[in-house]
């Protein structure tokens, strides 16, 4: 999530050109998305979790804490359409990709309650520091989006254009 907003941004960061922030986005919402796919695909062969193929993208009907299982299914509802929409990208038109790709302001919280209501876990301090971190860097990665004096580079230098 703040490498999403870091790329909006189009700056420089940690001595990493533009583009390179862009790409390094890319790769961890790959990564991330794959090992999304393998965490869904491997409950499925779990007998505790007794999930079935609808329960992967129906939310709320698993046995197994249904409230917070359905939280899971429906952030990762929410993924496919932001992996498909990416995909689609130079196809759909950038305002349908960027609507859509705010969506994962949803996603992100939704996929955190489902780690912390269902997850085994969150009784751990580790556990419970790492999500302290990631909170804290996109509360404020969101914040520094959010402000009325964020400038998306590239529409500054647009303007700058003669």
């Known amino acids: 999530m703040a490498l999403g907003i870091a790329t909006r941004?189009?700056?420089?960061?940690?001595?990493?050109?533009?583009?390179?922030?862009?790409?390094?986005?890319?790769?961890?919402?790959?990564?991330?998305?794959?090992?999304?796919v393998?965490?869904?695909?491997?409950?499925l062969a779990d007998p505790y979790a007794q999930l079935r193929l609808v329960d992967n993208f129906v939310p709320f009907l698993g046995a197994y804490k249904p409230f917070w299982l359905g939280l899971g299914t429906?952030?990762?509802?929410?993924?496919?359409?932001?992996?498909?929409?990416?995909?689609?990208?130079?196809?759909?038109?950038?305002?349908?990709?960027?609507?859509?790709?705010?969506g994962t302001y949803a996603l992100w919280p939704i996929a955190l309650a489902h780690a912390l209501g269902n997850?085994?876990?969150?009784?751990?301090?580790?556990?419970?520091v790492v999500v302290t971190v990631c909170v804290s860097t996109v509360v404020a990665s969101v914040t520094w989006r959010l402000r009325a004096d964020f400038v998306e580079y590239a529409t500054a230098r647009i303007k700058e254009w003669p």
Do not use: C, E, K, N
Not at 85 to 101: D, E, P, Q, Y
């Open 38 to 43: 393998l965490h869904v695909l491997s409950l």
């Open 119 to 128: 997850g085994t876990d969150p009784s751990h301090v580790w556990f419970l």
């Open 74 to 102: 429906l952030a990762f509802d929410v993924l496919l359409v932001v992996v498909v929409t990416s995909v689609l990208r130079h196809r759909i038109g950038v305002r349908l990709f960027r609507a859509v790709h705010w």
């Open 9 to 36: 941004s189009g700056r420089p960061m940690l001595s990493l050109p533009r583009f390179a922030v862009a790409d390094v986005h890319r790769a961890a919402a790959l990564s991330g998305t794959i090992l999304v």
